[in-house]
């Protein structure tokens, strides 16, 4: 069965062409003949995803589907709590953990009718991957197992992309969906913070994460959010609003549009691959032809957002891990230790000048998109790497690309925009105005459905 | 370039954070002061004293 996206497979169940339980069954064998080369899952629910699909193929062929994800198979990344399912954050600290209640956005998929596949491979509590001294392996890129999945969201990202389902939830502090979505040649969403519950998953830095769904393409996404989105009174941060139809925009007109370019940030703060920014030019052309109107953002250098969000993670996430770092540090792998001991060397006074830092860059953002529909500029600096490439102290590298917008809390989505020498993805990184996701997937489908690179799989697929 | 951490500051901030290390993190921990000074050097803008964090808050219907 040749792998159909999320809103095709909808259609076929609706329109009763697709079994629910054949469609799944495709998947497993995908994953029986990949996932031990790939790790993009590390507690598969076999039994539980048949179960699911008969389920759903029953009722549908009873009452027709309750909804687009009615029958989908679907992954969670592995810090997110399901009953009576191991949850272990990819740590050894959390072995032989079993939640007795699913997170919120477990709960809302599961309504939805979605066929639960398992859980996802992570970082380490959603950081600092990829490690070999945890729980279980990194996951490994489908479009090439020697690179890099790049993370935290790395099993939802290689799940995806080989077809082993067909959507999954990520997560992302600092860029986890994104840099997966980038490197894996899908679409991933970090929404306005807010708007998706945090409840019972696991937290890396609170102020900064958020969840959202990762899919072949930005339609999917929007299907998918549409289920997650809305206020849980158990989500502190929970924006209590009303949702939209996310799928409303899409396929209408980009003309008039008013789309910014942050070149700055991927041409001199921290230069992408020439092929990442001839995919960034390509795309802009792309939305030249559609009528869309593009000026050139200046915003601070990525340095200082990269500074800001970087020193609120170290704090917020020491304080969450504190008590296990001070009693069992060894516990962690290697490079979760390295991130947790950072901590100690940020003052109390730092982070606060690091959060008014914030609010000013934050307002720098909103003034830059006053006028502006979304703006653009890299998802990544180019190919993935390869999986010994990644340094140790990896933050203090280069700056994040996805970062500023966990810093500003506005949407950001990651598409592929093309394919470089190395026959691997290159991307795009689209940004919207507080909750307008349905805006940045107007954008971001438009791009899909005018090129060709959503026809493309991996080889190993 | 900030003046290199010395054994007695770093042992200090690490007693203080509860942090047991060994003599390798220690020196791997060392490694990383001047990137982390250029960080904590970013996000301190000339400002005065009234600029408000990002996360003061204003109460909302729900609260009152």
């Known amino acids: 069965m040749a792998i159909p996206t999320l809103a095709e497979a909808a259609a076929l169940i609706a329109a009763k062409k697709l079994s629910p339980v054949e469609l799944t069954q495709a998947c497993l064998d995908r994953m029986h003949r990949m996932d031990g080369t790939l790790h ?45 399912i191991p949850t272990t954050c990819q740590s050894r600290l959390l072995e032989g953990n079993i939640p007795t209640a699913d997170a919120t956005c477990a709960t809302k998929l599961a309504a939805a009718g979605t066929v639960l596949m398992g859980k996802l491979t992570t970082h380490e509590f959603a950081d600092g991957g990829p490690s070999f001294d945890v729980l279980a392996p990194p996951a490994r890129n489908p479009w090439n197992p020697d690179h890099f999945t790049a993370g935290s969201s790395s099993g939802t990202g290689a799940a995806v992309a080989s077809g082993m389902i067909l959507c999954g939830i990520g997560t992302d502090t ?94 001199t703060d921290a230069p992408v691959s020439a092929p990442e920014l001839a995919a960034i030019d390509n795309a802009v052309a ?37 008590e296990w770092a001070r009693t069992r540090l060894d516990g962690f792998g290697e490079r979760v230790q390295r991130r947790l001991m950072l901590g100690a060397l940020v003052s109390g006074v730092d982070y606060v000048q690091a959060v008014r830092r914030r609010r000013e860059l934050r307002d720098q953002l909103r003034d830059a998109m006053r006028g502006l529909d979304a703006v653009l500029t890299a998802a990544a600096p180019g190919e993935a790497p390869t999986m010994d490439a990644i340094p140790r102290w990896d933050v203090f590298d280069r700056p994040s ?4 917008f966990n810093v500003a809390g506005y949407p950001a989505m990651s598409i592929c925009a093309g394919f470089g ?5 290159l991307s795009l990184q689209i940004v919207g105005k507080p909750f307008q996701e349905a805006t940045v997937f107007q954008i971001a489908d438009a791009f899909e459905k005018a090129t060709a690179f959503r026809g493309q799989r991996p080889a190993m697929v | 370039m900030p003046e290199p951490l010395t054994d007695e500051a770093l042992h ?39 600029a408000e964090p990002a996360h003061c808050f204003g109460f909302t219907a729900e609260d009152l």
């Open chain 1, 174 to 267: 600092g860029g986890s969906i994104r840099g997966p979505a980038a490197l894996c040649g899908i679409a991933g969403i970090k929404p306005t913070y807010g708007l998706v519950s945090r409840a019972g998953v696991a937290p890396a830095a609170f102020s900064l994460d958020t969840i959202g769904p990762m899919a072949w393409t930005a339609e999917d996404c929007a299907l998918m959010l549409q289920v997650l989105a809305g206020y849980d009174p158990k989500d502190p941060a929970g924006a209590d609003r009303p949702v939209p139809d996310y799928s409303a925009l899409l396929g209408r007109s980009l003309r008039g549009m008013r789309i910014g370019l942050i070149r700055h940030f991927h041409e």
């Open chain 2, 12 to 50: 200090f901030l690490l007693d203080n954070a509860g942090l047991t290390l060994t003599e390798a993190q220690k020196t791997d921990l060392k490694t990383i002061q001047d990137g982390l000074a250029a960080m904590k050097a970013r996000v301190r803008q000339p400002r005065g004293r009234m």
């Open chain 1, 286 to 322: 792309v939305y030249r032809d559609m009528g869309a109107t593009i000026s050139e953002v200046t915003l601070a250098p990525m340095q200082d957002w990269h500074a800001c969000g970087s020193l609120i993670s170290m704090v917020e996430r020491a304080t969450a891990y504190e």
């Open chain 1, 401 to 404: 690309f996805t970062i500023p």
């Open chain 1, 40 to 84: 993009a899952f590390i507690h598969p629910t076999e039994a539980r995803a048949l179960a699911d699909a008969r389920l759903a193929e029953a009722a549908i062929m009873k009452h027709g589907p309750i909804g687009p994800l009615h029958g989908i198979p679907m992954g969670l990344k592995d810090i997110v709590d399901t009953a009576g």
């Open chain 1, 421 to 425: 020498p190395q026959g691997l993805p």
